[in-house]
């Protein structure tokens, strides 16, 4: 279950810690292995880089001989508004929890 939260809340997960500093994909591969203990391979994660780089949520910029990320203006509101609304995805997910364990 652990895994499929993460994988499913990667884009957020991304996004977030872009907000602290601009990463690689090879970052982010690192970041996801030592705060979750998972391993997710580059291709996920560049497709899913490339995935908020088209939809204008984060921007890949050359630095020598690898592409970083950092979160443009698009994705800060977007990260902001989802994280406002932490209590109602916590209600919305116990809902959800609860409607699975009533007969």
């Known amino acids: 279950m652990h895994e499929r939260i993460i994988k499913n809340f990667m884009d957020i997960i991304i996004m977030t810690e872009l907000r602290n500093s601009s990463l690689s994909g090879y970052d982010v591969i690192s970041y996801i292995h030592n705060k979750f203990n ?22 890949g910029i050359w630095d020598e001989r690898k592409r970083v990320y950092k979160l443009t203006e698009k994705g800060e509101k977007t990260i902001n508004t989802l994280l406002s609304a932490n209590d109602k995805i916590k209600g919305f997910m116990a809902n959800i929890l609860k409607a699975q364990n009533t007969p």
Do not use: A, D, I, K
């Open 38 to 59: 998972l391993l997710v391979s580059s291709g996920t994660v560049y497709s899913l880089l490339y995935s908020l780089e088209r939809n204008g949520l984060v921007e």
